[in-house]
């Protein structure tokens, strides 16, 4: 099981099978954790991630456009 996050969002650039591939990084970061996951973004050029841990704390890539707002706001 999936032990690795809470969530996991990674964004590629666009491309005919980008949302397929978003899909396998943020499944791998899941899976695998922050510390071994990051480290393969170097592999898919363009690629960004933000990931939120079992223990509520947020880890971004540096080039991550966008607001993450944990724990959520009413």
Sequence with gaps: PATGCMSATVTVPGGPQAGEQ?????TVFCVLGVEKSFPLLR?????????????????????FKGSVQWPPTD
Aim: hydrophobic letters at 45%; charged letters at 20%; glycine letters at 12%.
């Design 22 to 26: 978003a899909d396998a990084l943020a």
């Design 43 to 63: 592999f898919v050029p363009g690629a960004e991630a933000v990931v939120i841990t079992p223990e509520g704390k947020v880890h971004r890539s540096p080039g």
